[in-house]
């Protein structure tokens, strides 16, 4: 059992966590450099559903991070 105020876990916890987070943040920018993996000539309004869709969700989460939309003070 940890002392009380010993963080030493959930430091180890967070900064495993934050690599994830690093790590899909990567994946995702290497894929957005790709334009999703599709070329110019094959876009449709799927595509577009399918990024709004990208959008929301990672808007969710920088609303979140930055206090900002609904999770503003």
């Known amino acids: 059992m940890s002392k009380r105020g010993d963080n030493t876990q959930a430091l180890d916890t967070f900064l495993v966590r934050k690599a994830e987070i690093d ?28 990024m709004a869709h990208y959008a929301e969700m990672l808007k969710r989460i920088t609303d979140s991070a930055f206090k900002e939309g609904e999770h503003a003070e």
Request: hydrophobic share 40%; proline share 4%.
């Open 23 to 50: 790590t899909m943040l990567a994946r995702l920018q290497a894929l957005s450099d790709e334009h999703f993996n599709w070329s110019p000539d094959e876009i449709n309004w799927g595509h577009v559903g399918t």
